[in-house]
């Protein structure tokens, strides 16, 4: 019987997958875009900008490359519109390629110029230290140079909402804050154009129609609107949350009190079952003052420190004790109308307390009631 012939293995050659700029879609100008915006990893993005700078400005190439990274990895948008002319592709009518490109450079050559200030003017160190403030500052800039693209790509049909971003992103009151004053300015000089016409203005913004100008200003002035509404939301938030509420223990942490009186045989009670209790007596041992604290408030009392806090000062009330022995045991241990009955025989004068607490006071009893 023949041998059936053995078939040799074909070994399949993998298909490598496009990837980076050459997978970008080329159908049309929007589409290309949206893949740099949404696709394109940064370092990509970055360097489409960086060869750009080396090949069209070489005299000041090794300053404008001095930039800041987040000038070269933010902006998408400027960096698909170089790509897609080199393709000599068709832009959107509406896009100008030209102005996206020259208003780049002119922001790249300010960051390039605050770099150099900002690095002359620290003092020299051999380990740089990242404070909070530097980090907050990088996020910001960040944060700025994307909402950039979407300003630099924006036309009539452009939907952008600033306030979605920042609660999406959850960002600072500091950031918004420095959103806020970024676009004011922005806002300010396209109000100038539309309301009053101003010639450098006019010609500055010729590229756009005076529908497209009111329409550009409506956008920026959302912008605005959504940063102040951001802000405010945040400090709402501030507002509503509670105060965390110390335990007892913390709060009579460091309060000075007498634990016992040998003279007038006496034992404080523990301080911490004053915090949420509704009238408190101390007694005075070097002065013989009695006091009768009371409080109105819901959550009862709280200590800082040797002040009782949340007393009534109307209600609550001292007064001297000519005979302690015989008349500590009335607060100790009768109700509070027995007690209200036995203070006015009393004939010493009654003063309003100031709720402090030192080292001579014997806390006596408290009460909920």
Same mark, same amino acid.
């Given at each position: 019987m023949a041998k059936k012939p053995i078939r040799k293995k074909t070994r399949k050659v993998p298909v490598s997958r496009r990837s980076g700029i050459t997978a970008a879609p080329t159908d049309s100008w929007r589409w290309f875009s949206d893949y740099f915006r949404m696709e394109l990893d940064r370092k990509d993005v970055a360097t489409v900008l960086r060869n750009y700078i080396r090949a069209s400005h070489p005299k000041e190439a090794k300053f404008l490359l001095s930039a800041p990274e987040y000038m070269y990895t933010m902006h998408h948008g400027v960096a698909a519109s170089i790509a897609w002319s080199d393709r000599k592709g068709e832009f959107h009518p509406l896009w100008n390629h030209e102005s996206c490109v020259a208003n780049f450079i002119t922001k790249l050559r300010r960051a390039a110029e605050a770099k150099v200030k900002e690095t002359a003017s620290k003092p020299v160190s051999s380990i740089p230290i990242r404070t909070i403030a530097d980090r907050i500052k990088e996020i910001t800039s960040d944060f700025i140079a994307g909402i950039e693209e979407v300003v630099d790509h924006w036309n009539?049909?452009?939907?952008?909402?600033?306030?979605?971003?920042?609660?999406?992103?959850?960002?600072?009151?500091?950031?918004?804050?420095?959103?806020?004053?970024?676009?004011?300015?922005?806002?300010?000089?396209?109000?100038?154009?539309?309301?009053?016409?101003?010639p450098e203005l006019v010609e500055g913004y010729s590229h756009l129609t005076v529908p497209q100008q009111k329409k550009q200003l409506a956008f920026i002035e959302g912008l605005v609107a959504d940063a102040e509404r951001y802000m405010l939301g945040k400090k709402a938030m501030r507002k509503s949350v509670k105060p965390r509420?110390?335990?007892?223990?913390?709060?009579?942490?460091?309060?000075?009190?007498?634990?016992?009186?040998?003279?007038?045989?006496?034992?404080?009670?523990?301080?911490? &079952?004053?915090?949420?209790?509704?009238? /408190?007596? !101390?007694? %005075?041992? @070097?002065?013989?003052? $009695?006091?009768?604290?009371?409080?109105?408030?819901?959550?009862?009392?709280?200590? &800082?420190?040797?002040?009782?806090?949340? /007393?009534? !000062?109307? %209600?609550? @009330?001292?007064?001297? $004790?000519?005979?302690?022995?015989?008349?500590?045991?009335?607060?100790?241990?009768?109700t509070v109308k027995q007690i209200d009955k036995y203070w006015s025989t009393l004939t010493t004068k009654t003063t309003q307390p100031t709720g402090r607490i030192n080292k001579d006071v014997i806390l006596l009893r408290v009460m909920d009631t």
């Open positions: 009539p049909d452009t939907e952008y909402n600033l306030y979605d971003e920042m609660k999406i992103k959850d960002i600072s009151n500091v950031s918004a804050k420095a959103v806020l004053n970024y676009y004011q300015p922005l806002r300010d000089e396209l109000k100038e154009l539309v309301e009053l016409k101003t509420v110390k335990t007892a223990d913390r709060q009579v942490a460091k309060l000075k009190y007498l634990k016992e009186s040998k003279e007038f045989k006496l034992t404080s009670i523990n301080p911490m &079952s004053i915090v949420g209790a509704r009238r /408190l007596y !101390t007694f %005075n041992t @070097r002065y013989k003052v $009695l006091m009768e604290i009371i409080t109105q408030s819901g959550k009862g009392f709280e200590v &800082s420190g040797s002040t009782i806090k949340n /007393l009534d !000062t109307v %209600n609550s @009330r001292q007064t001297t $004790l000519r005979k302690p022995s015989e008349m500590l045991s009335i607060f100790q241990s009768k």
